[in-house]
């Protein structure tokens, strides 16, 4: 049974910083390309970050770019999102997501298929 828990969400201040981790229980974590969404009070889920399994290479939403980092370690079947200088905006239950295939287009949510329960964020102003 696939699994995948976040956890380090939190309350903190403008300006402050959380990592967030996500550990995948069930899945073959090294073939997984791993996705972080975010989805506000009224808003659509929307994309944050994604590392590619293999080379490891990332993307990252304009908005986050600059503060946010995403890496991953397979031998803890682990992603993290470190997130810095947080503002209001980034204020949302955060979510991890995986998949096996191959897609160019990271920032699609239907392009993952398993999928965590989330970790609220929010930044206090």
């Known amino acids: 049974q696939v699994q995948l828990v976040e956890s380090g969400g939190g309350l903190v201040q403008t300006g402050g910083s959380l990592r967030l981790s996500c550990v995948g229980s069930?899945?073959?974590?090294?073939?997984?390309?791993m996705g972080w969404f975010r989805q506000a009070p009224g808003k659509e889920r929307e994309f944050v970050a994604a590392?590619?399994?293999?080379?490891?290479?990332?993307d990252y939403t304009d908005s986050v770019k600059g503060r946010f980092t995403l890496s991953r370690d397979n031998a803890k079947n682990t992603v993290y999102l470190q997130m810095n200088s947080l503002k209001p905006e980034d204020t949302a239950v955060y979510y991890c997501?995986?998949?096996?295939?191959?897609?160019?287009?990271?920032?699609?949510?239907?392009?993952?298929?398993?999928w965590g329960q989330g970790t609220q964020v929010t930044v206090s102003s």
């Open positions: 997501a995986s998949t096996y295939n191959y897609y160019n287009d990271l920032r699609m949510s239907s392009h993952y298929y398993y």
């Open positions: 069930g899945v073959i974590f090294s073939g997984s390309t």
């Open positions: 590392i590619r399994r293999g080379a490891g290479t990332t």
